[in-house]
Structures are given as structure tokens and as C-alpha cells.
């Protein structure tokens, strides 16, 4: 969080100062202080925390609370350079009460109560420091957050705080507080940002391994906290964590509240982290009549990407995967990446990367891919992401039907009272304006064993504008949402006419869909019987493909035609749950006997 004026809530200054308020009185009973655009004197307080990086500044916090549980006792002092007070002074804030937005006011997230441009006077040093309240799934209420107010456009931050019947009112009413936590499951892996996510509520890391599974728009998972450190990572490094592990022994230090997770438990005593002892997973080999076709998020893979990448997910296919017979992959980037020249072609990339898997024990794939219109298909800017088939030709053969471009659709046309496309490989209604902006499906003609299977590599529209979960709205908007259900509706059409042309035809859709198994983009997906997503053929423990903000979730996808009436589906997770990540999303892979 970088803080500053831009982003801060201010009103007009009064004339008058609010002399010989505590922070209680600044904190109210809200979300925005009753004070804010005012200036104080002498506001009392033990220096709790420190930070001398990205928003410099220190807490305070009052050793004599009021009793109320709605009123924080604890406030940031925002200093802008490196403060100057160390934890245990007692000291003397005068200065402008603010409310700041991180990451901006348009985001949608909640405020942090601050005190910019402080006078500070430290009366004494060395001062114990007040008790840390301990967040545990006694303390935590198990409902997320109140409804918003309709009249004030959804927002809860002018509605009076009800810590016992809301967790995000919990956490409020101890925004700037000493808290501590002991001995909590970690539910998402640490980051390169140095930061992890725990749950105080350890029942919710309910997943087969160990996280925290996001099951509804409802089962926000209350107990997620993100865990950050006040000791330079020079000073100490952070600990690498994956979920399944647990981070020990007491944390505790000042809850903040940023735009990337909401709160935040920024600690000034830091727990280890014990081993869980979490292993990649691996997928059975598909047998001599089963087909196994796969998806896979590489993250923005390009051909100058050093070649531990190429090799790391070369081996996933290998060893993880079993080398599947088509391999549809998203996230295929140009040549030469984000160097913004107008290149498209990814010939290189798909070279190294093909040779990458044969160097590491896999098959000779082929590859079949259509380059997008330059700077027409989001994800970076200038690296042109696209969606690719590879496939075996030891095992399955492509039907090319020449012809298809960046704008042209493939067709669904019938041959012989069969099924067929006029383009293969080809787009899936490119001119549509729902994939402005967005990726287009990539449809293909595939043949195993005399049977012919239709493949649609997808990659939808980003969450991207989505209001948090911890936004000052709620329920948030999910504004994103309207792109990814025009993009179902035109994939359902497309399956639904290869059905017209042949009832019996086997049609596997499949990637990266950017949205939940309960969302209104899945029943879209499925709309009319065209299509069964897979993900519900397996346990409720076992369906996520990503971790975001440790919430352990569908965000990709395999659905199939009815005519695939009995197969095997399998999330191989190998990394959304571990720190050392080669993409940050699981593959997938489905198996059956055309």
C-alpha cells in the first residue's frame, strides 16, 4: 500500500480542533471516522508497529480502552518518510484525521482511518504494550459481512459496526489493534510479495489437502487473513510456505488493511512455518482406448523465457499430466512477449517448448494454433496471448481444413452425415463483440481411433473490475461477469449447432474460464444440455484449480457433450498450493473412450 493524499477521504478541515480526543473517538463506530477532515491534538497512544517501507508510518494504540467492542483503539499515523518513534514509546499525535483508500476510491475497497501530516512528541520509551487481542474461531463470527445500505448505493461504511454478527465488522472494530494469532493452517502459499494466507477458523481449510474452498458466493470463508511482516525481508527473510502447512507457535502485530486481500495481520513477531508436507500430484496414464485430453494455463509463456520455465512445465506434462494425447494451452505469448512491435507469431515459443517436452521423456507433439490480430486479444500488452492445441500424432490425428484466420469463424458444417468444421483449426465467432478485448475459442477437428472428437481451447475474460470480497459493497459487483456470459452463450450456440448437425457428436470444451462451477457463466456453458461440466463429477474437496487470496477455487474448466457419457476427470494439482510455482494455475485432464 503506497499512501498519500490521492485515495484519502478528507472533507474540509474545521476551524476548530478537536482537542483531547482519544482514538476511539477518531475510530467511531463506523467505518469513517466521525472526525474525518478534522485535525487533532495530543492524541494519546503506545507506538505498536512500525513500518519504514511502502506506506511509512506507525500505530498507536490506547492502553486505557473504552470497553465498547465497535470502537477500534488503534490508528495509523501516516508519515510519508521513515518514522522517527519505536514500538513501546508513549507518545502524542497531533494532526489531520483522513480516511485513505488504498489502491484508490474507485476500486471499491473499504478505508483506513489515518493521521496524516503529525506533530508526534514522545513523553517516554520502553512502554509495555497493550494486550493483542487473539483472533480464533471464537472471536470470528462465521457470517462474512451485513448487507449493504440500498440507499447509499450498497455501501456498509456508514453503517454502524456489529463485530459479533460480522466477520468484516470484526475485523474493522480492531483496524490499527495489536492482534495476535497461534498455530493457524496456512491456506494460500506464500508469495513473491512476501505475504501468506492463514485461516483463524481452522474447520474452513476443509479442501482433500488442506485449504479453504470458495463453494459459493455465499462461503466467503470469514477466517482468511493475509499475514505480512514489519521486518525488512533484508533484515529476515519471509518464510516460504504451501497450503497443508501451518504457521506456529504466536503472530501478532497491527491489523491493516490493503487493497490486495483486505485485512492484514502485519507482524512484528512472526510464527514458523512447519512443513505439511504437500506433494505435487500426478494423473494415471490414459490406457491403449482412452483418450486424454488436457488444459493448461502456462502463465505467459514466450519464447524468451529462461529455459528452467520451459523445462519445469515440459516435465508437468510428462510426469504429471502423462503426456496427454491433445494438450489444449492457454496463455501462449508471441515471440518475443511484451516488446510491443507488432510481432504475433509463436513459432519459437511453441518450439522450445514442444522441444522441451520431447527432451524430458514426452512425445513429438504437434502443435495447431491461429496468431491473433495484434493487441486484439488482452492479457499483457504487446504479448498477444492465445489459446493452442498440441497433440500426439502418435495417437490422434488433426483434421486440417485450412483457411482459418484471426477474423474468420469456423463453421459447423455436415460431411457425409457427419459433423464437420469449415475451418480446423479455427475461431469461434471472432467478430462477436464478447470476446472484444478477450481471447477466442480455438476449435479443432481432432481423429482417435476412427472417431472423431471436437476440441474447444477457451481462455474467457479476466475478473478484472471486480469489486473484492472485502469491498466497502456488498454483495460486490462482479462486473466482469457480463463479458464471460456473452463468451458461454456463444460457445453454447457453437456446440449446440455441431449437435444440430449430429446428435451423437463428442464435443469437449475446456480451459481456462475464469469463473466458479456455480456461476451464472457455467450454467450459460451448460444451458439446454449442450454441455456437463466435469468438475462436478468430483468431490467437493478436490474441485479447485486456483488459490486466490486463500480461497482455493474453479476457475478452469472441462465440460463435455452428452454423447461422452462416462470418463474420468482429474484437477492435477502441482501449483496454485505452492510457493514455487511453475503457472499459477492447475492443469486438467479427462479421460474416455470415444
Given at each position: 500500500?503506497?499512501?498519500?493524499?490521492?485515495?484519502?477521504?478528507?472533507?474540509?478541515?474545521?476551524?476548530?480542533?478537536?482537542?483531547?480526543?482519544?482514538?476511539?473517538?477518531?475510530?467511531?463506530?463506523?467505518?469513517?471516522?466521525?472526525?474525518?477532515?478534522?485535525?487533532?491534538?495530543d492524541v494519546p497512544g503506545i507506538v505498536t508497529g512500525v513500518r519504514t517501507y511502502?506506506?511509512?508510518?506507525?500505530?498507536?494504540?490506547?492502553?486505557?480502552?473504552?470497553?465498547?467492542?465497535?470502537?477500534?483503539?488503534?490508528?495509523?499515523?501516516?508519515?510519508?518518510?521513515?518514522?522517527?518513534?519505536?514500538?513501546?514509546?508513549?507518545?502524542?499525535?497531533?494532526?489531520?484525521?483522513?480516511?485513505?483508500?488504498?489502491?484508490?476510491?474507485?476500486?471499491?475497497?473499504?478505508?483506513?482511518?489515518?493521521?496524516?501530516?503529525?506533530?508526534?512528541?514522545?513523553?517516554?520509551?520502553?512502554?509495555?504494550?497493550?494486550?493483542?487481542?487473539?483472533?480464533?474461531?471464537?472471536?470470528?463470527?462465521?457470517?462474512?459481512?451485513?448487507?449493504?445500505?440500498?440507499?447509499?448505493?450498497?455501501?456498509?461504511?456508514?453503517?454502524?459496526?456489529?463485530?459479533?454478527?460480522?466477520?468484516?465488522?470484526?475485523?474493522?472494530?480492531?483496524?490499527?489493534?495489536?492482534?495476535?494469532?497461534?498455530?493457524?493452517?496456512?491456506?494460500?502459499?506464500?508469495?513473491?510479495?512476501?505475504?501468506?494466507?492463514?485461516?483463524?477458523?481452522?474447520?474452513?481449510?476443509?479442501?482433500?489437502?488442506?485449504?479453504?474452498?470458495?463453494?459459493?458466493?455465499?462461503?466467503?470463508?470469514?477466517?482468511?487473513?493475509?499475514?505480512?511482516?514489519?521486518?525488512?525481508?533484508?533484515?529476515?527473510?519471509?518464510?516460504?510456505?504451501?497450503?497443508?502447512?501451518?504457521?506456529?507457535?504466536?503472530?501478532?502485530?497491527?491489523?491493516?488493511?490493503?487493497?490486495?486481500?483486505?485485512?492484514?495481520?502485519?507482524?512484528?513477531?512472526?510464527?514458523?512455518?512447519?512443513?505439511?508436507?504437500?506433494?505435487?500430484?500426478?494423473?494415471?496414464?490414459?490406457?491403449?482406448?482412452?483418450?486424454?485430453?488436457?488444459?493448461?494455463?502456462?502463465?505467459?509463456?514466450?519464447?524468451?523465457?529462461?529455459?528452467?520455465?520451459?523445462?519445469?512445465?515440459?516435465?508437468?506434462?510428462?510426469?504429471?499430466?502423462?503426456?496427454?494425447?491433445?494438450?489444449?494451452?492457454?496463455?501462449?505469448?508471441?515471440?518475443?512477449?511484451?516488446?510491443?512491435?507488432?510481432?504475433?507469431?509463436?513459432?519459437?515459443?511453441?518450439?522450445?517448448?514442444?522441444?522441451?517436452?520431447?527432451?524430458?521423456?514426452?512425445?513429438?507433439?504437434?502443435?495447431?494454433?491461429?496468431?491473433?490480430?495484434?493487441?486484439?486479444?488482452?492479457?499483457?500488452?504487446?504479448?498477444?496471448?492465445?489459446?493452442?492445441?498440441?497433440?500426439?500424432?502418435?495417437?490422434?490425428?488433426?483434421?486440417?481444413?485450412?483457411?482459418?484466420?484471426?477474423?474468420?469463424?469456423?463453421?459447423?458444417?455436415?460431411?457425409?452425415?457427419?459433423?464437420?468444421?469449415?475451418?480446423?483449426?479455427?475461431?469461434?465467432?471472432?467478430?462477436?463483440?464478447?470476446?472484444?478485448?478477450?481471447?477466442?475459442?480455438?476449435?479443432?477437428?481432432?481423429?482417435?481411433?476412427?472417431?472423431?472428437?471436437?476440441?474447444?481451447?477457451?481462455?474467457?475474460?479476466?475478473?478484472?473490475?471486480?469489486?473484492?470480497?472485502?469491498?466497502?459493497?456488498?454483495?460486490?459487483?462482479?462486473?466482469?461477469?457480463?463479458?464471460?456470459?456473452?463468451?458461454?452463450?456463444?460457445?453454447?450456440?457453437?456446440?449446440?449447432?455441431?449437435?444440430?448437425?449430429?446428435?451423437?457428436?463428442?464435443?469437449?470444451?475446456?480451459?481456462?474460464?475464469?469463473?466458479?462451477?456455480?456461476?451464472?457463466?457455467?450454467?450459460?456453458?451448460?444451458?439446454?444440455?449442450?454441455?456437463?461440466?466435469?468438475?462436478?463429477?468430483?468431490?467437493?474437496?478436490?474441485?479447485?484449480?486456483?488459490?486466490?487470496?486463500?480461497?482455493?477455487?474453479?476457475?478452469?474448466?472441462?465440460?463435455?457433450?452428452?454423447?461422452?457419457?462416462?470418463?474420468?476427470?482429474?484437477?492435477?494439482?502441482?501449483?496454485?498450493?505452492?510457493?514455487?510455482?511453475?503457472?499459477?494455475?492447475?492443469?486438467?485432464?479427462?479421460?474416455?473412450?470415444?
Amino acid at each position: 500500500m503506497v499512501a498519500g493524499l490521492c485515495g484519502t477521504l478528507l472533507g474540509q478541515p474545521s476551524a476548530a480542533a478537536a482537542d483531547g480526543v482519544r482514538i476511539r473517538d477518531i475510530q467511531g463506530n463506523t467505518r469513517i471516522s466521525p472526525l474525518a477532515g478534522e485535525r487533532v491534538t495530543d492524541v494519546p497512544g503506545i507506538v505498536t508497529g512500525v513500518r519504514t517501507y511502502g506506506s511509512r508510518g506507525f500505530w498507536i494504540q490506547d492502553p486505557r480502552p473504552d470497553g465498547s467492542a465497535a470502537t477500534s483503539e488503534g490508528v495509523f499515523v501516516y508519515t510519508g518518510g521513515t518514522p522517527t518513534v519505536a514500538v513501546g514509546d508513549d507518545v502524542r499525535v497531533s494532526g489531520l484525521v483522513g480516511e485513505y483508500y488504498p489502491g484508490g476510491e474507485e476500486d471499491g475497497g473499504q478505508s483506513v482511518t489515518q493521521i496524516s501530516s503529525p506533530a508526534v512528541t514522545v513523553v517516554s520509551s520502553g512502554n509495555p504494550l497493550p494486550s493483542a487481542i487473539t483472533l480464533d474461531a471464537w472471536e470470528l463470527p462465521r457470517a462474512y459481512a451485513p448487507e449493504g445500505d440500498p440507499e447509499d448505493g450498497g455501501s456498509i461504511e456508514n453503517l454502524r459496526l456489529r463485530p459479533s454478527r460480522y466477520a468484516l465488522d470484526r475485523y474493522e472494530s480492531l483496524e490499527g489493534m495489536l492482534v495476535e494469532i497461534a498455530d493457524a493452517p496456512v491456506i494460500g502459499p506464500s508469495t513473491p510479495y512476501y505475504e501468506l494466507w492463514v485461516t483463524v477458523r481452522p474447520r474452513e481449510a476443509d479442501t482433500d489437502r488442506g485449504g479453504a474452498r470458495y463453494d459459493s458466493y455465499d462461503a466467503q470463508n470469514p477466517g482468511r487473513l493475509k499475514i505480512e511482516s514489519l521486518v525488512p525481508v533484508a533484515q529476515e527473510p519471509f518464510p516460504e510456505a504451501n497450503v497443508g502447512d501451518t504457521l506456529t507457535g504466536t503472530t501478532s502485530g497491527p491489523l491493516d488493511y490493503d487493497e490486495f486481500g483486505g485485512y492484514t495481520l502485519v507482524a512484528n513477531e512472526l510464527g514458523e512455518v512447519a512443513p505439511g508436507g504437500l506433494a505435487p500430484e500426478s494423473t494415471r496414464p490414459q490406457r491403449a482406448g482412452e483418450l486424454a485430453v488436457a488444459s493448461y494455463n502456462v502463465e505467459n509463456l514466450y519464447a524468451g523465457d529462461d529455459q528452467e520455465k520451459f523445462d519445469r512445465l515440459a516435465a508437468a506434462v510428462v510426469e504429471h499430466l502423462a503426456s496427454p494425447d491433445i494438450l489444449a494451452l492457454e496463455e501462449i505469448q508471441d515471440d518475443n512477449g511484451t516488446q510491443d512491435d507488432g510481432t504475433v507469431a509463436a513459432v519459437e515459443t511453441l518450439g522450445r517448448f514442444t522441444d522441451a517436452i520431447a527432451a524430458a521423456g514426452g512425445p513429438r507433439y504437434e502443435w495447431r494454433g491461429i496468431d491473433p490480430e495484434d493487441g486484439r486479444d488482452g492479457g499483457a500488452p504487446g504479448g498477444n496471448i492465445r489459446n493452442v492445441f498440441l497433440f500426439n500424432p502418435d495417437r490422434v490425428s488433426f483434421t486440417d481444413r485450412p483457411g482459418g484466420d484471426a477474423t474468420t469463424a469456423t463453421e459447423v458444417t455436415r460431411e457425409r452425415g457427419r459433423a464437420a468444421l469449415t475451418l480446423s483449426p479455427g475461431r469461434v465467432d471472432p467478430a462477436n463483440e464478447a470476446w472484444e478485448d478477450s481471447r477466442k475459442p480455438l476449435a479443432g477437428e481432432f481423429t482417435f481411433r476412427g472417431e472423431t472428437v471436437f476440441v474447444v481451447a477457451n481462455h474467457f475474460a479476466s475478473k478484472g473490475g471486480d469489486q473484492p470480497l472485502y469491498s466497502r459493497f456488498q454483495p460486490p459487483a462482479r462486473s466482469s461477469e457480463t463479458q464471460r456470459l456473452a463468451q458461454a452463450e456463444a460457445v453454447n450456440a457453437f456446440v449446440r449447432e455441431l449437435r444440430s448437425a449430429q446428435r451423437d457428436a463428442q464435443v469437449v470444451v475446456l480451459g481456462d474460464i475464469n469463473d466458479f462451477e456455480f456461476s451464472a457463466t457455467t450454467r450459460a456453458l451448460t444451458a439446454g444440455g449442450a454441455l456437463e461440466s466435469a468438475v462436478r463429477s468430483l468431490p467437493r474437496g478436490d474441485r479447485y484449480t486456483y488459490v486466490f487470496q486463500g480461497n482455493s477455487q474453479v476457475l478452469d474448466q472441462t465440460l463435455v457433450s452428452p454423447a461422452i457419457r462416462r470418463y474420468e476427470y482429474d484437477i492435477v494439482h502441482i501449483n496454485a498450493e505452492f510457493a514455487d510455482q511453475a503457472s499459477d494455475h492447475d492443469p486438467q485432464v479427462i479421460r474416455f473412450r470415444p
